[in-house]
Every structure is written in C-alpha cells, then in structure tokens.
C-alpha cells in the first residue's frame, strides 16, 4: 500500500505561484509513476502532470505547459507541482495518485490505484 498526502493548496490572486506538494508513504519503489489531476466544480477529474519515479520524465497537458512545472525529490519521496501564472480556470482540487504498473498512458486516471484526498487550490480574478 501507499499513502498520499497532499499540501500547499490555498488561495491565490490570478498571474500569481502555489507549490503543491505530494509526501508519499507506504510501500514506494523506483518504479512509481505519479502524477497530479484536479477537479473543478461540476466536472470531471482530468490529468494534469505526471513523472516517471526513475529517470524523471515528465509529461504535462496542454492547458497548464509552460505554466505547470511537475518534479521530485527522491529522498523525501516527495513530488512538487510547482504553479505559476495561476489563472481562474486553474480552480480545483488537486490531486496526487500513484501506480507501480503502466497499464495504460499516464493521463488515464483508472491507471492509478491510490491516491491522496486532494488540496484546493482557488485563484481570484
């Protein structure tokens, strides 16, 4: 098993920066991908970033590139999800999963077996 906790969410003003944070426990290998997804009010969850454990490649979607900075620090076991040029539409919560296979690409959320309970993050206008 592994635990996920999120944190860093809050409220920010849009153009401005959060670093959400992802601390994970539990039975983690080198072989993790993890990944964040968010969920805005009335919709779907959709992917966000991902980063393969070993190596650390990244994928990011196209509505937070160049915006959206995902990485990790290994020996804390922790990922990051640095955001900057916050925007309204980037409101959500935020959430952090993990899987030790790749059953599918990583934007697919079915994928990832465990996961964190989410940190909101809301950006004024």
């Known amino acids: 098993q592994v635990q996920l906790v999120e944190s860093g969410g809050g409220l920010v003003q849009a153009g401005g920066s959060l670093r959400l944070s992802c601390a994970a426990s539990?039975?983690?290998?080198?072989?993790?991908?993890m990944a964040w997804f968010r969920q805005a009010p009335g919709k779907e969850r959709k992917f966000v970033a991902a980063?393969?454990?070993?190596?650390?490649?990244?994928s990011t979607s196209n509505s937070v590139k160049g915006r959206f900075t995902i990485s990790r620090e290994n020996a804390k076991n922790t990922m990051y999800l640095q955001m900057n040029s916050l925007k309204p539409e980037d409101t959500a919560v935020y959430y952090c999963?993990?899987?030790?296979?790749?059953?599918?690409?990583?934007?697919?959320?079915?994928?990832?077996?465990?996961w964190g309970q989410g940190t909101q993050v809301t950006v004024s206008s």
């Open positions: 539990g039975r983690i290998f080198n072989n993790y991908d």
């Open positions: 980063i393969v454990w070993s190596g650390g490649s990244t």
């Open positions: 999963a993990s899987r030790s296979s790749r059953p599918s690409t990583v934007t697919t959320q079915g994928s990832y077996p465990y």
